[in-house]
DNA sequence: CACCCGCTTGACCGTCGGGTCAAGGCGACG
DNA sequence: CGTCGCCTTGACCCGACGGTCAAGCGGGTG
């Protein structure tokens, strides 16, 4: 037993071990999103991983844990696929569409582990208040939002993005991303996925930067 | 026990019944929108509208079937503000910001009450495969997205937005209205309500119309 | 071979919460 | 006043599911 109300209790891993608990992550993710949070059991998990019920607990302290830990690797792997769609020199404008559209590619390519993302969104229904999951994921939809902010900033300096609050267009940006990521996994889009990502790609500098004839 | 396996159990109402009624359903509308779907229990439910739990299933036959209600009703309000803030004469592009802002306006107005079609959004949460409610969701949220994909099909026709798949437009729309309502509700947006709905519009004209100096 | 330790099992437990039900009030109507 | 049917109550039921645990296995090390 755990006597410390420290961080958490440190298991030392085989090589084994660590496969083992990518197959747990692996099978929650495609449950997960296809079933969601709430409906997926321990035991659909186990099932789907072909391991004891028990098994799950020895890698994760509970289920909560375990789709926190999953929320925190997807959000990993999608912040390098932006950072290296990326080009450090190109103008912040330029920026802001290579991230969206590698966002939109990334996310086709993981529908299933990227359908999370989505319920982060509906976070409200994980947290019942006060849940240390809730911080982890409010948490990290900021990094996005101040990212975003911080190139809208840049680009309005250059004058490349007219002024106003610049949260204003973190929030259409990010949104819009996300909004195209639910409408292509449930939906009735079926387009081809660099085909969406130069639309959205469009939709985002248009929305930015672009200008409408008369109001 | 109902043996019929038709529709529903009709119950004659009272006058007093039907306020009951909505009291309950004023009571999970709250409930549900701050705590979510499955963090709201039947007996909160009672609990804020201070009945006992078995009045619930006196006028509803589950909680799922509460929910769905609520959606049901939230869904005609706001297609009434919509159709209201349309001009049936301006052009398509026009009709749909009309659209959009008032959109933006009464989600703000009913911030409690709209937090429910972002939960809509997380179906996946709620329906367990095969749910009736799934149904009822899903068919709801084409209606809005059918209604765009015409509005966006005329301005098309009219040479107001380029060309481009009807429905990867709607898709923006509709997602960057459910994006704000979102924001803004649990989130850092502090905005005056029409200074945001403008932005919106705004945002959505450009998207839809705007043209970008170069890529 | 003996021992340790990471790993695996599956029966079991406790709680939580949706849904039921028998009983009773209360107003309307004959 | 009787009775009918809408409404209200709260104790109760029970299945579901997250989490526990005692037991056992197997490979690596001394």
């Known amino acids: ?11 030392t891993h085989t090589e084994q071990g660590i496969e083992r608990k990518q197959q747990l992550l692996d099978a929650a993710a495609v449950l997960f999103s296809s079933k969601g949070y709430a ?24 289920k909560e844990e375990l789709f926190a830990e999953l929320v925190r690797s997807m959000r990993l792997q999608l912040r390098r696929a932006q950072a290296a769609a990326m080009d450090p020199e190109a103008d912040p404008l330029t920026r802001i569409r290579q991230g969206t559209e590698a966002s939109v590619v990334f996310m086709a390519e993981h529908r299933a582990y990227f359908a999370l993302l989505d319920v982060e ?44 609050d610049p949260q204003l267009y973190a929030v259409g940006v990010l949104g819009v991303v996300s909004s195209f990521s639910h409408a292509l996994r449930n939906g009735s889009l079926d387009v081809d996925v660099d085909e969406l990502a130069a639309f959205v790609g469009g939709w985002v500098m248009r929305a930015l930067a672009g200008e409408t004839v008369a109001r």
């Open 121 to 164: 969104r509906s976070q409200d229904e994980l947290s019942g208040r006060g849940s240390d999951v809730a911080d982890v994921l409010r948490e990290g939809s900021d990094v996005y939002a101040t990212d975003v902010v911080r190139l809208v900033r840049d680009a309005q300096r250059q004058g490349l993005v007219p002024d106003g």
């Open 1 to 11: 037993m755990n006597t410390s109300t420290g961080p958490a209790e440190r298991r």
């Open 39 to 62: 409906n997926t059991r321990i035991a659909d998990i186990c099932a789907a991983a072909g391991v004891a019920k028990g098994l799950v607990y020895w890698y994760f302290p509970t």
